[in-house]
Structure formats: structure tokens, C-alpha cells
């Protein structure tokens, strides 16, 4: 990796809090240093003591809206157009971390555009029909106004992707998402995790755990029922919108503490029994952390579930989202829990190394600025490309229809 390259500039959709995507954008800042970073709100506080506060990162106008920093979402139909007053002209290469609107920046004919995509705007596209499904958006006039504000993103997502001239998926299930909404291929590159700040503790303890932001398509509610029936420990850790629902349906044998420093999570990864997820994951960095602390999953199918975990090696999978089949998963774990060896569970989560991130990262970035700088092809027709990546670490998508 040199992170010798023209002006290049990284945009992302918000910085709330430092999560998944907020550790990807830090391992590739540490590749190149010199690149801004435009963002639609930044919580600075969020950062003082992370390295992204060393960055220089610049907020739309949405970041001075009242309450953006904690309810930025309440923003979304002002989304596409604030990011699309982002002036990037400086920059040869723009690479774009987008779970939202960062892939809809608009880039001039000799500027390349890299998309990493977590996910695809969820609520428009795969998770639709969940979304306006739930009680509180069936009927009423809101309902009505949500609908077409989630038609109309949809229409402006569509022609947004088409700014792109490389897409990158960060599983195999989200490539697959990438070509249902917008009819084009993407590569494959999962996020980095920091799996050496995780280890198997001894000896471990009978309780479960869940590591998640609490919000409604985490499935913590479907959790939460299950144990209340099977009345083992679990321990919930993480905040969100539904930190005080949840905290009133879980009765006396669920802990929820809120959010934890590392430090402490990792403590209680190390000597959980298994750790416990519900929701459709577009990756899933928490069950990777699970697994190099040795600790086995529980996890439905869904998702990217399987590119993850390993059946009856790291973890037990159940196919319907309810909590009957959560409740017979268990009970299927407990049944095998001896089984379960730490140490091949740990080495599973290895091949997700931040090393590994950077090194792939580098080498599409620099190949990309490459071809495209040659003339090729390859970006005037949108066709696949075929990156210098070793097969081992890289996984090839191949899409329906393509």
C-alpha cells in the first residue's frame, strides 16, 4: 500500500457515533491521511477522543439543523439534496461510504467515483414492506407522506447510482441487494474488525449476550420474548430509540446496560455462553467480534448470516424470525454447547483483519485510479472489474441474470 495518489476525498453519509462504519472510514484514513472527509452531520463530541478528531472532516448544513446530532434521520427527505451540494472538484478520486445518500455526490466526467456500500437505502429498498408494515406506519395521513417520500428517494437513488463507476459491497448478501435495486454488479470487500482486541476468557459464565444498537429492525423485542420464556440471563448491550421500550418489556433475567466502553464489551464477550443476534444483517461486525472472543453465535439465517458464521463450528442458525424458533435454537445450543471449541471459533474470525481491509482497499483504490486514468473501458461500460486481489481473501459474487 503507498497511499501515493492524486487528491482524493472520502465522503460519508453522517458521523453520529463511532460504530462499524465509523471504524471503516478510520482504517482508511490511516491509508491516506491527507484525505477530507464531507459528511452530512458530524458529532464531534461523539469523537474527542478517537482518532477521526485529528481528520479534517466538513458538515452540510443538515449538522446545524435543530436536533441533527441526535435524530439526524428526521432529515432524510434533505438528505440528497445536501450531499449533493458537496463541492468535490479538487479531487481526481472520490470514494464514497454510503449507507444512505453518500453515493449520490456529483462528480465531474474526469473525476473516479468508488462507492463502498454498507447498505442500500434499507427502508426504500429490501426492507420496505417491514417498515410501512409496522402499526405506527399503516394508516393516517403520516403514513401516507412516508410512502411518498420513500418513492421518491427511491427514484433519486436510482439515478444517483448511476454516478458511480465502481461499486464495492461489504458482503455477498448486499451485492446481491446492490443488483436488485439498481441492476449493477459490485465487488466484494467485507469491512475490517479489530478481532485482536478480542479473546476467549476463562472460565466462561452461563449468561448470553447481544451487542446492538436498539432500534426496530435489530429484532431486540423478538430477543428479549424468547428469554423471557426460557428464563436464562442475558445481557443486552448498546443504545438507541428503543433503549426505553425494551427496558420495560424485559423482565428480571435480561440486563440491558446501555452502552460499554470496549474494553468492557470484550470483557463480556470473552465469557459469555453464546452471543444472541435476531435481526437481517448487511454484515454483522458484532458477531465477528463474538467469534474472536471465542464465543458462539445464535443468529438467524438471514442476511449475511452464513458468509459469517459456520454451522454447528461457530454458531447454530434458525430460519424464522420469531421468537418460538429463537426459543428452539437455544435449546438446540444447549443441547451441543460442548461442542463448541474457543479456539476454532476465534480462528474463524480472523480472515476479517483490519490488515486485510487495507491491504484489499489500497490495491482496488490504486488499480481503479489506474485503469481509469489509462482510459479504459472498463468505467465508460460498467463492467465487472478484475482486480489483482488474492482469491483466498476476496470473494467472487455472481449475480442473477449477469
Not at 435524530?71 to 451540494?85: D, G, I, K, S, T
Not at 479531487?91 to 468508488?114: N, T
Not at 444498537?213 to 426460557?230: C, G, N, W
Request: charged fraction near 20%.
Amino acid at each position: 500500500m503507498t497511499g501515493q495518489l492524486p487528491g482524493i476525498v472520502f465522503v460519508q453519509d453522517d458521523l453520529p457515533y463511532r460504530g462499524g462504519a465509523e471504524k471503516l472510514l478510520e482504517a482508511a484514513l490511516e491509508i491516506y491521511p491527507h484525505a477530507p472527509v464531507y459528511t452530512l452531520v458530524y458529532n464531534r463530541s461523539a469523537f474527542k477522543d478517537t482518532s477521526l478528531n485529528n481528520y479534517s472532516i466538513q458538515a452540510s448544513y443538515i449538522d446545524k439543523l435543530p436536533g441533527a446530532h441526535k435524530n439526524h434521520r428526521n432529515y432524510l427527505p434533505l438528505m440528497p439534496m445536501a450531499v449533493e451540494q458537496f463541492d468535490l472538484r479538487a479531487y481526481p478520486i472520490i470514494v464514497s461510504f454510503s449507507y444512505a445518500v453518500a453515493h449520490g455526490v456529483i462528480p465531474r466526467p474526469d473525476q473516479l467515483h468508488i462507492s463502498y456500500t454498507h447498505t442500500v437505502l434499507r427502508y426504500a429498498w429490501q426492507n420496505y414492506h417491514d417498515y410501512i408494515g409496522r402499526p405506527e406506519h399503516k394508516t393516517g395521513p403520516l403514513s401516507w407522506i412516508e410512502r411518498l417520500i420513500l418513492h421518491y428517494l427511491r427514484l433519486w437513488d436510482a439515478a444517483a447510482i448511476e454516478r458511480v463507476d465502481h461499486l464495492i459491497a461489504n458482503s455477498s448478501w448486499m451485492a446481491r441487494c446492490i443488483w436488485r435495486a439498481y441492476r449493477r454488479r459490485a465487488d466484494v470487500l467485507y469491512p475490517p474488525v479489530e478481532v485482536n482486541k478480542f479473546k476467549p476468557l476463562s472460565p466462561r459464565d452461563n449468561y448470553y449476550i447481544v451487542v446492538s444498537r436498539l432500534v426496530p429492525h435489530k429484532r431486540i423485542d423478538m430477543i428479549i420474548e424468547a428469554f423471557a420464556y426460557l428464563k436464562l440471563p442475558l445481557i443486552i448491550v448498546g443504545d438507541g430509540s428503543e433503549f426505553k421500550k425494551l427496558s420495560q418489556q424485559a423482565p428480571s433475567n435480561v440486563k440491558l446496560l446501555g452502552w460499554q466502553s470496549e474494553s468492557v464489551v470484550s470483557g463480556l464477550l470473552g465469557r459469555a455462553r453464546a452471543f444472541i443476534q435476531a435481526g437481517e444483517e448487511d454484515f454483522g461486525i458484532a458477531q465477528i467480534e463474538a467469534q474472536a472472543a471465542g464465543c458462539p453465535v445464535i443468529t438467524s439465517d438471514c442476511g449475511a448470516a452464513h458468509e459469517i458464521v459456520q454451522e454447528d463450528v461457530t454458531g447454530v442458525f434458525y430460519s424464522e424470525q420469531s421468537s418460538a424458533a429463537l426459543v428452539k435454537a437455544v435449546n438446540q445450543f444447549i443441547d451441543i454447547s460442548s461442542e463448541f471449541d474457543p479456539m476454532l471459533i476465534r480462528q474463524n474470525s480472523l480472515r476479517y483483519s483490519k490488515e486485510r481491509f487495507q491491504r484489499q482497499f489500497a490495491e482496488i483504490v490504486e488499480h481503479d485510479w489506474e485503469l481509469f486514468n489509462s482510459g479504459s473501458h472498463h468505467f465508460n461500460n460498467r463492467r465487472r472489474i478484475n482486480l489483482p486481489i488474492d482469491q483466498i481473501d476476496r470473494i467472487k459474487v455472481s449475480q442473477p441474470g449477469g
